[in-house]
């Protein structure tokens, strides 16, 4: 059974705080993606990741950073959290023909 | 700009009756397109999928057709049942030479029972 799965269902965090979300995928993906949704926006694309210790921007960088030092391990960073960042965050991992996605993270930023 | 477009935030049906949702999408390129669902708090599940070189895929309930001309698809869910209220979710890629998917802003389809 394939998985990909994030560190947290639910965070509270505060305004300036830094903020790391995890995920992990036991596919042997290479492509990985965070994406975030909020109401009447859909799925927006953050960043997402082709390789190890590659990265690149997707639809709404700003205010993120990912890490990516090991292929199962994808890291979305949020340097100084923001209530705008206040949003529902998704992890997926990708074959070429399908994408498989983490169960959500909802932060609150307070 | 937005590659994969589901212009219609909301769909209302009847239990029991037809649900039809509908995707459009951009760019000639893409060759494989895929449709999710997503219930509150949960990630989004594969449903079904359809290549390029086909016009129709079926999974019991769930057909997806393809109108590539008018770079057009839509996914009918028969019959309706109340289960299925979820945010559909509509996705593009090109399968040779892209790596991420392309998403719609997605359809929240309420079935009444």
């Known amino acids: 059974d394939v998985k990909v799965t994030q560190s947290s269902r639910y965070l509270v965090k505060r305004t300036g705080e830094k903020v790391f979300l995890e995920c992990v995928q036991d596919m042997d993906h290479e492509n990985m993606f965070w994406y975030r949704q909020d109401p009447g926006l859909g799925l927006r694309l953050i960043y997402f990741s082709y390789d190890v210790k590659m990265k690149e921007k997707g639809d709404i960088p700003e205010g993120y950073s990912v890490s990516r030092e090991k292929k199962e391990r994808f890291s979305l960073i949020l340097e100084s959290a923001s209530t705008n960042q206040t949003s529902m965050y998704l992890c997926?991992?990708?074959?070429?023909?399908?994408?498989?996605f983490g169960q959500g993270t909802r932060l609150t930023v307070v | 700009d937005q590659q994969v477009k589901q212009n219609s935030p909301s769909l209302s049906v009847q239990e029991g009756r037809i649900s039809i949702l509908n995707c459009d999408y951009t760019n000639s390129m893409f060759d494989y397109f895929l449709w999710y669902k997503k219930y509150p708090a949960e990630g989004p599940t594969f449903l079904i999928s359809?290549?390029?070189?086909?016009d129709k895929n079926e999974d019991g309930r769930f057909t997806v057709f393809l109108n590539k001309s008018a770079k057009h698809l839509s996914l009918h869910i028969v019959p309706s049942q109340p289960g299925d209220s979820a945010v559909y979710f509509c996705?593009?890629?090109?399968?040779?030479?892209?790596?991420?998917?392309?998403f719609g802003t997605g359809t929240s389809l309420t079935v009444i029972p």
């Open positions: 997926a991992s990708s074959s070429p023909s399908e994408a498989f």
């Open positions: 996705a593009a890629s090109d399968i040779v030479s892209g790596n991420q998917f392309y």
């Open positions: 359809i290549s390029s070189i086909k």
